[in-house]
């Protein structure tokens, strides 16, 4: 079901007459509507927490790889492997942060950070 909805309806149900089926159809509606608040966000929290505890891994290998690298002169080509995965998991975490947005604005800020960082390397 879909928020935009549940709002639509408690709109509908505001300005129609007070009768009890219509208050307790309100209730009903503000109940469903916290309950699925409270799950987008529950969700929206889990897949935070599992990108980011994705990043450390994904970068103690780049680092350990990059160590080898500049200590044996190990193949560059299994370094760069490492640096794209990493690069990976921190796309999946700007793109989660992305989706998970709710205005212009936010998003509008996203697209200046990583503006500003392509254009800064």
Do not use: W
Request: proline share 1%; net charge negative.
């Amino acid at each position: 079901m879909d928020i935009n909805i549940i709002n639509e309806m408690i709109d509908e149900l505001k300005q129609s007459d007070t009768t009890y089926n219509n208050v307790r159809d309100l209730a009903a509606l503000y109940e469903v509507k916290d309950r699925f608040e409270n799950d987008q966000e529950s969700i929206k929290q889990t897949d935070v927490e599992k990108e980011l505890s994705d990043i450390l891994p994904a970068y103690e290998k780049y680092v350990e790889t990059k160590t080898k690298f500049q200590l044996t002169g190990a193949e560059e080509e299994n370094m760069i492997y490492k640096l794209k995965l990493l690069c990976i998991e921190i796309f999946d975490l700007l793109k989660l942060l992305y989706t998970n947005t709710n205005t212009d604005g936010e998003r509008a800020e996203i697209h200046r950070c990583i503006s500003r960082l392509t254009e800064e390397i």
